[in-house]
């Protein structure tokens, strides 16, 4: 951090000056005239939180996706599939038991077991050609894509809500000032806060398990050099499956995330997929840090976008990954 | 380093040295086959009707077009490219902007030989801009970026209304009438896109050849090298992408001609996997393999349905099938339907007949 202030002092001053702006737009009550040239505080605030929610989602979806590439070289193009079949295996927990958290569980043991699967049975067998595993795991997204469609049909689901869940809270945050005086505080649904909530959670344990646990050592010294770590006696194979289990887990977790603040529907495989090639190729490929950051900064594009520049919010998307490809074609935390 | 090796051991084409030996002849020129299809081609129009001719010929040698554009990269260049059929339908769409359709607020009305040029311009210049963009990074990362850049497009197209009027797309798009003929008329615009087609493989096949061709048959095999004979590696790479970009807007124009429409739907991801898929499964080491990858799918596209319903499952399985299909022809052969046809001849041939030898895998 020091060193960051050090050696490039007038971006510092840039990254300040804009976080400074951000939390006064966030804080302050908003002078009339900023309302009239930029609208309402509330709806920027809903914005705001939505991107940082949404930005939630993606990680999950694409930490599994990352942590997938950085170890086995392996760009899963599945990886949408595997969140739209958590989603849907969700889905079917949910309205059978009507438990909200044990359609977590089902969903990630049962993706992980997908995943176990494919690193066995395909991948395995074809290990160091990427490029093959990668038209496979195409195949594979199609196949999938299509039994899913048989299975579940067309239709849009949408993962029930539980009762402690449902409903907006109050914020401590002022959108604006009553003529009475009174402020007016921002009411958000509880439910994407938890998400999100439950997705830092995640992604801080995830960077416990890789940074201070002897698995994640193995991990780590796997994504620098996988032959060196296998010549130096590791089981790399167990190691591959544990984190092809762990990634595919992930998706199906954000499927059930993504069900119920969303919904899931034949086409939004592709769409995560997208989204977790962007973030983790703005984020840097193999980088759990990176795929947090890529994914907050696409998911506030997203929000942002669509309210402010609703005709080109995609593009707004984009222009980012070219801007980090241009400027830094590995990505902004990948460390090659 | 090591991911883009291993990717560009596997593209590496089997029939390198084939084509080493055959370097200053149009090798194909002295093979009856080849002679017996071009004159099949030629004379289709006697055998086949309208249905055949369009639904399955034109539509096959369009497809193949676009495919060809991703064998070049991918076949001579190690590019794997996922924006081919982003880039036709960019072509597809300046057509319809340029050009005359129902949209008369959109489109501003040229003349198809102004519009036609202007498209190519356009698609070329998307698509070199898209390529020097993968260029930045090598091997799956190029799947990765065009696949984005694909995907990108096709979420603009169906949010954007003032040029490419949302999900509804352009309808009604003219097609061109001149010296007395209907070219979008069945046989007149066969005879088009066969010519088309013609042009670019043999463009594809001669550009192998040529210096050109060569130089960035070696910046696949190896960069490093190339660079250090004084090749400009990412030159070669961005000028493939310019003439992949070219031959890709070729075919998208006969698309919206064929069609007479154009939609966010003909520009989805799905569809430029589906490129995908057609040139793998021909094989990527020839420009012919696209064209049958192409012939494939467009039959199973037509035909799986009642060949599906007739064994009795469900005829709406038709992905299934093409996504099996893939994967097995991923997984058992590299080079596609090509590499097994090659493979299959070669068991069946004495070994004495054997030409060139050497050919370490296949």
Partial sequence: ?336 | MSVTHDTRIQIRSPASAAQRQAARSWPDLNNPAAWIVAIILLIMPLIANGFFLIEIFATTLMLGTIALSLMFLAGYGGMVSLMQLTIAGFAAYMVAVFGTSDNANISLGWPWWLAVPMALTLATIFGTLGGALAVRTEGIYTIMITLAIGAAFYYFTNQNWAIFNGHTGINNVATPHFWGVNWRADIPFYYVVLAVAALCYFAVDYISRAPFGLALQGVRDNPRRMAALGFNVNAHRVAAYAVASFIAGLAGVLQVWNYRQISPGSVSVGACIDILIIAIVGGITRPIGPYIGALVFVLLRTFALDFLVKIGLDGNRFRLLIGLGFLAIVFWSSDGVIGLWQRWRRSHRPQSDRPGGGRGHG
């Fill in chain 1, 1 to 336: 951090m020091t060193r960051f202030v050090e050696r490039h002092p007038a971006w510092s001053l840039i990254v300040i000056i804009a976080v400074a702006v951000v939390l006064w737009l966030i804080f302050a009550v908003w002078p009339p005239g900023l309302e009239d040239a930029i609208g309402r505080k509330r709806v920027f605030l809903n914005a705001l939180f939505n991107g940082i929610t949404l930005g939630g989602l993606y990680f999950l979806v694409a930490s599994g996706f990352t942590l997938i590439f950085g170890l086995m070289r392996n760009v899963n193009l599945a990886h949408g599939s595997l969140y739209l079949f958590g989603g849907y295996v969700g889905y079917a927990i949910s309205a059978s038991t009507g438990s909200w958290i044990l359609s977590f569980i089902v969903a990630f043991i049962l993706t992980a077991l997908v995943g176990v699967l494919l690193q066995v049975l395909v991948f395995r067998r074809m290990e160091g050609q990427d490029l093959r595993q990668t038209m496979v795991t195409i195949g594979l997204s199609i196949v999938f894509a299509d039994l899913m469609l048989w299975a579940c049909g067309g239709d849009f689901y949408q993962i029930q809500t539980p009762n402690w869940l449902i409903g907006p809270i109050d914020l401590p945050l002022i959108t604006a000032v009553k003529s009475s005086g009174e402020p007016v505080y921002l009411r958000y649904p509880l439910v994407r806060l938890v998400i999100f909530l439950a997705s830092v959670i995640i992604g801080i344990a995830m960077w416990l398990a890789l940074n201070r646990t002897r698995i994640g050592m193995i991990i780590r010294a796997g994504v620098d050099d996988r032959d060196i770590l296998a010549a130096t006696g590791v089981r790399i194979q167990a190691v591959f499956v544990l984190v092809f289990a762990l990634g595919a887990g992930l998706a199906g977790i954000a499927g059930v995330v993504g069900g119920t603040f969303q919904s899931l529907s034949p086409g939004e495989d592709i769409r995560f997929l997208l989204a977790s090639l962007v973030v983790v190729i703005v984020g840097g490929m193999g980088s759990i840090p990176g795929a947090a950051l890529g994914a907050l900064i696409i998911g506030l594009a997203e929000q942002l976008g669509s309210v402010y520049i609703p005709t080109y919010a995609i593009v707004v998307t984009f222009l980012i990954m070219v801007l980090v490809l241009a400027l830094r074609p590995q990505g902004l935390l990948a460390r090659r």
